[in-house]
């Protein structure tokens, strides 16, 4: 999907309402472009309507999110963040926050863990499957993650 139609499904506004109508804005007085980010956005999104009605969120990798809306709970931004291998606490609403969530959640949350965390209940019979397939390889190497500290597989 493009950064319009996450505006629009953010704002619920026709990109001609919010303003983005593509990754990229011609820069004014000059044959540049820019990419585009949530500072270019008019309307406001979802999850500050929730945030300010008293709701806690948590947002997690949408697209056009960057710079993130400061809400009650926790918003990390999508690919568009300055931040090329995954996600990191600078980058999003809260970084204690995301932190904190970080070193409790473990690997699975980690962006730069190459192996699923293990099925939980309600988890489904494909999903399983697929744990018990790509826990069975040996990672070849491994480094320490940058977030969590912990062990992670680098893909060879």
Not at 55 to 67: D, E, I, K, N
Not at 75 to 97: K, M
Request: contains cysteine; charged residues 20%; hydrophobic residues 35%.
């Amino acid at each position: 999907m493009s950064f319009p139609a996450w505006s629009s499904f953010a704002t619920g506004l026709a990109p001609g309402r919010h303003g983005i109508f593509d990754f990229t804005q011609k820069q004014d007085g000059a044959y540049r472009i820019r990419f585009v980010n949530a500072a270019d956005r008019a309307g406001e999104p979802f999850w500050m309507r929730a945030s300010r009605a008293g709701r806690r969120v948590l947002c997690l990798g949408v697209p056009a999110t960057f710079p993130p809306d400061r809400v009650d709970g926790l918003l990390v931004p999508g690919f568009d963040a300055p931040v090329s291998t995954g996600s990191d606490a600078a980058a999003a609403s809260d970084p204690a926050l995301y932190t904190r969530v970080a070193a409790r959640a473990g690997r699975g949350w980690c962006p730069t863990s190459t192996k699923p965390r293990a099925p939980t209940a309600g988890t489904n019979a494909p999903s399983r499957r697929y744990w018990r397939a790509s826990s069975a390889r040996p990672p070849s190497r491994s480094k320490r993650c940058a977030n969590c500290a912990r062990r992670v597989a680098i893909p060879s």
